[in-house]
């Protein structure tokens, strides 16, 4: 940096404030970022209350069933018939008893408020709750593509259109007012009073960003969460952030640099920005959903209707068959009829449900890490897409993701009924003992390291295009 440099950038941003276009496109700037921060503190903070209230629920209400028991047990109170917390099917079947497993929302979770908001955070298990598949939503591209105005959307598609508003005729005007034998005159080369210009729309549209997201993560954190770490991926962020800029000026830079007029540099640099942020994906999207086709959620339907159905029609069989195989777990008291349907038909069949629909699932989420292996390969055709495949992954807002909730959630509901379900198939009364050693839900945490892993040939992708980008600028003397 020289003394030249810094007046050449007062310069240009004198002529920002006398033309006033400047200032006004950088207010525009600010009301869209001041949206995509209300949308990710909003949905982020929704989903902290959501979680909170969860577990809180969940907490009084084993803590509400673990009190009347130690009352009973006291002869201090009386069972209600359909409230009896010695009773399997009472205390352990049904929603009620459902535990929440928790996907902790990452650090970055308010910069894809869109994606994020596709999917749930919460998963209830419990004896008999279907723990299958994420929701439909995440699994289409078109929707995470299009989502809201958050900052994921903002950035990648509508940042470029600023930078392309503030530069397109960064020398064509000079040219239009024959001004450019006195520019050229100058002892600076033309490319540092390109660079100088450039560094005052840089600051004038990368600042904002910066302020803007710095608050929208600081203020939504979850309340005892640290705030040096969120930072430091915010950091991380605002560097993939930073380059995508970057790119983009570069772009603006070399259609300045053909000696075109501003109408055709604005037509040209139109055109690429419909390409990278509208066609390409629109393309990918297409590509990748022919090749590695979404799960087929019609076909799972169907499919777990028909299992269901043959599973209730042999209902009878599939308990007797339960028993034989595992005598020591029969009823030892003869069961109501509200018991009967819990105990020798309802749970029965979801065990054999889970079972029969094992292979489906497998063959489900392997389909879904495929795709998910496409969106990365080519996400080097496009520097937007390369920008919200990383973002969704840093904000852990992807399906593969949520497909970690999903196996996290089946493994605790393994736990659960391995703890509970001797004592529901022989009806023996729940003690103490069995509230108190009962698993425990535990939330599942994208580590940095996972979600940098995931994102990083994104990353490499978008650093390598504003490399590549810079590169072709400096070839045609950008700094000659």
Not at 27 to 51: D, K, M, N, S, Y
Request: proline content about 8%.
């Amino acid at each position: 940096m020289t003394p030249n440099f810094f007046r050449l950038a007062h310069w240009e941003w004198r002529r920002l404030v006398a033309e006033r276009t400047g200032l006004v496109l950088a207010a525009v700037w600010c009301v869209l970022l001041a949206f995509a921060a209300h949308q990710g503190i909003t949905q982020t903070r929704a989903r902290h209350a959501e979680i909170a209230a969860a577990r809180t629920a969940n907490a009084s209400s084993w803590t509400t069933k673990r009190a009347l028991l130690i009352e009973i047990e006291a002869g201090r109170a009386q069972p209600e018939t359909y409230g009896d917390p010695r009773s399997p099917t009472h205390s352990i079947m049904g929603g009620r008893a459902d535990n929440p497993i928790v996907l902790e929302p990452a650090p970055l979770s308010a910069l894809a408020a869109g994606p994020g908001d596709l999917a749930p955070s919460i998963r209830p298990v419990g004896m008999i709750t279907k723990v299958f598949l994420p929701a439909q939503s995440i699994d289409n591209p078109a929707n995470r593509l299009a989502g809201p105005l958050d900052f994921n959307f903002v950035v990648a598609a509508l940042l470029p259109l600023f930078v392309l508003a503030l530069g397109f005729d960064v020398l064509a005007r000079e040219r239009e007012a024959r001004t450019m034998p006195l520019l050229a005159s100058q002892p600076v080369a033309l490319g540092r009073i390109v660079a100088a210009r450039f560094a005052v729309h840089f600051i004038l549209l990368w600042l904002p960003l910066a302020v803007a997201a710095v608050f929208t993560i600081a203020v939504s954190q979850a309340p005892a969460a640290p705030l040096a770490p969120a930072l430091g991926e915010l950091a991380v962020w605002l560097a993939l952030a930073a380059a995508y800029l970057v790119f983009w000026q570069a772009l603006t830079a070399w259609a300045n640099f053909h000696a075109w007029p501003a109408a055709t540099n604005a037509l040209i640099l139109s055109g690429a920005w419909l390409a990278a942020v509208l066609l390409i994906p629109t393309l990918v999207q297409t590509l990748v959903q022919t090749v590695a086709p979404p799960p087929d959620r019609r076909a799972f339907v169907l499919e777990t209707r028909a299992i269901e159905t043959d599973l209730f029609t042999r209902a009878d069989a599939i308990r007797d068959a339960y028993y034989a195989e595992n005598p020591a777990r029969r009823p030892t008291i003869a069961l109501n009829e509200y018991d009967t349907y819990f105990v020798g038909n309802l749970y029965p069949r979801a065990l054999a449900a889970d079972a029969a629909l094992a292979p489906t699932l497998h063959r489900l989420a392997t389909a879904r890490a495929a795709q998910a292996t496409w969106w990365h390969r080519l996400a080097w055709l496009s520097p937007t897409l390369a920008l919200r495949l990383a973002t969704e992954q840093l904000a852990g807002a992807t399906p593969a993701q949520q497909g970690r909730l999903i196996d996290h959630a089946r493994a605790f509901q393994q736990l659960w009924r391995a703890h509970f379900d001797l004592k529901l198939f022989s009806m023996r009364p729940l003690t103490l003992a069995d509230y108190d050693g009962k698993p425990e839900p535990t939330p599942v945490h994208l580590t940095l390291t996972e979600r940098a892993a995931a994102a990083f040939p994104a990353i490499v992708a978008l650093f390598a295009a504003s490399f590549l980008a810079i590169s072709t600028v400096c070839r045609r003397s950008f700094f000659s």
